[in-house]
């Protein structure tokens, strides 16, 4: 088996933007799936909450898309890259497992709207600035591994990202961790 490096926020639901908690603490489906495969589970920073706090309003990537976050998201990328060659270099799977639809911790998806800001109630429907991509921290994580010559696997979470069942989560995340 190896390594989950988790998403801040799928092991501690508080630490979500407003009311973007889906339950009172771990969101325990994906670390149940985790934990049944015998893989091991490493919670990441934050990178939103460090930086923003919790009193902090939707955003997509081009509003946290600024030199001081991505330093932000760079300084904490460093120390879970090295966190991470550790276990690779104990001959260890590695898996970064996001929540996607998310501005920084997007695997898969991500969200973007350069002409959306201010406050999230002026916004159009939810949903619609969903594209394909990673988030500034994943990037910033993949960037650190690439120069440290680590691979890691990719999942992302997708209970906000319409149009998923949590049996098509599972099976993704299955195919994943069987690919390591």
């Known amino acids: ?18 009311d973007g908690a889906h339950c009172a603490g771990v969101h325990s489906p994906v670390i149940d799936a985790l934990r049944a495969k015998g893989w091991r589970i490493e919670q990441m920073p934050c990178p939103e909450l460090a930086f923003t706090g919790l009193n902090r309003f939707w955003a997509v990537k081009e509003q946290l898309d600024t030199p001081a976050y991505r330093q932000h998201c760079r300084r904490l990328a460093a120390v879970v890259a090295e966190m991470m060659s550790v276990h690779a270099g104990q001959g260890e799977d590695i898996v970064i497992v996001g929540v996607d639809g998310s501005p920084s911790m997007g695997v898969h998806v991500t969200s973007s709207d350069p002409t959306l800001g201010g406050m999230p109630d002026n916004w159009p429907e939810r949903y619609t600035e969903l594209v394909s991509g990673e988030g500034i921290f994943v990037e910033e994580l993949r960037r650190e591994l690439a120069g440290r010559g680590i691979t890691a696997g990719g999942w992302g979470e997708r209970h906000d990202v319409p149009g998923n069942t949590r049996q098509q989560e599972m099976d993704r995340l299955d195919a994943t961790l069987e690919g390591q």
């Open 1 to 18: 088996m190896g390594v989950a490096f988790v998403a801040h926020c799928l092991l501690n639901q508080n630490s979500k933007v407003g």
